[in-house]
């Protein structure tokens, strides 16, 4: 799998003269993690459907969480 991303990578800087940095595993989740928290911190809806989605599952959360208690 690593070669395919090595492969899939210069690929990619080769067609678009863009280097692409990979994130896996700790990083990837570490990332992620940041974007949701960023989302849930706006009020205002967010135009990436991505962070949209990631925002309205924050407000769930925080939801099921009060009514948990």
């Known amino acids: 799998q690593a070669d395919h991303l090595k492969r899939m ?6 067609r678009t003269k863009m280097k692409v940095q990979l ?3 700790e990083r990837f989740h570490s990332a992620f993690l940041e974007l949701k928290k960023y989302a849930a911190s706006n009020s205002e ?3 990436s459907p991505v ?3 990631l925002q ?3 407000w769930l959360e925080k939801h099921i969480k009060k009514t948990n208690r």
């Open 9 to 14: 990578t210069a690929e990619i800087k080769q």
């Open 23 to 25: 994130m896996v595993n």
């Open 45 to 47: 809806e967010l135009k």
């Open 51 to 53: 962070l949209r989605l």
């Open 56 to 58: 309205i599952e924050g």
